[in-house]
């Protein structure tokens, strides 16, 4: 019994990685658009999806949220996914923040969003992906299962693990593994990159997203330790 108990306990342990990710996720978060150092006019997030089928997001939101501040504090700080809004297994998808500042660049790329909604940052803050609306809510007041993902940097109060380092105007969030690294800790998850390039939806997937072992497969090679 006490070897069943113990072949349990590990059976957990190992498998609690591979369910902890969702398979869209946010690959990269940059909130130093327009500023006057800045690399890019305006702010961005990009998704990725890291399953092998297509994701439908539609009705999905974007919810930013100061340092310290409540999720989706105003309409201002929510943007919502239209209908029928899919991403493709391995691919990305862009969505352009804010309104331009006065110095950077334009994205390099063309976002598949655009919207004026989410002016992030450049320093402290957080940014969630939802399935369902959360306005003006505080962190672990979210609906239950909502949160999909989320990351937050510098002194932002609401991250998976902990937050990442604070950024500045050059610098944005980028997730590791070209977006598939998700271990639900922030700064082990992401690097901050100076002049970081984002990627859309026409960008080449990631060839290694459909590498990292699924449930059935951690499964598998757990069982074969006990044969």
Same mark, same amino acid.
């Given at each position: 019994m006490k070897r069943f108990v113990t072949t349990l306990? *590990? *059976?957990?342990?190992?498998? #609690? %990685?591979?369910?902890?990710? !969702? #398979?869209?996720?946010?690959?990269?978060a940059y909130g130093g658009g327009g500023g006057g150092?800045?690399? @890019?006019?305006?702010? @961005?997030v990009e998704l990725y999806n890291n399953g092998n089928v297509s994701a439908n997001i539609g009705g999905w939101v974007l919810e930013y949220g100061s340092a310290a501040g409540n999720w989706g504090s105003s309409a201002i700080n929510i943007f919502t996914f239209p209908a029928g809004t899919t991403i493709p297994p391995c691919k990305y998808l862009l969505i352009q923040l804010s309104t331009a500042g006065t110095a950077g660049a334009p994205l390099p790329v063309a %976002?598949?969003?655009s919207t004026t909604n989410l002016a992030m940052s450049q320093s402290n803050g957080k940014v969630a992906l939802? !399935?369902?609306t959360n306005a003006n809510v505080a962190c672990g007041s979210e609906a239950a299962g909502s949160v999909v993902d989320k990351v937050a940097w510098g002194t932002g109060n609401c991250p998976e693990g902990a937050a990442t380092a604070a950024t500045v105007a050059t610098q944005g969030l980028v997730r590791n593994g070209a977006g598939a690294t998700d271990t639900d800790n922030n700064a082990a998850?992401?690097?901050l990159v100076? !002049?970081?390039? %984002?990627r859309n939806s026409q960008s080449p997937g990631n %060839?290694?997203?459909l590498t990292t072992p699924t449930k059935s497969s951690t499964w598998g090679s757990v069982k074969s330790i006990y044969r």
């Open positions: 306990a *590990l *059976l957990a342990v190992c498998a #609690a %990685p591979a369910f902890a990710a !969702n #398979a869209v996720r946010i690959s990269q150092s800045g690399t @890019y006019l305006y702010d @961005y %976002p598949d969003f939802m !399935n369902v998850d992401f690097t100076t !002049n970081p390039v %984002p %060839p290694n997203c």
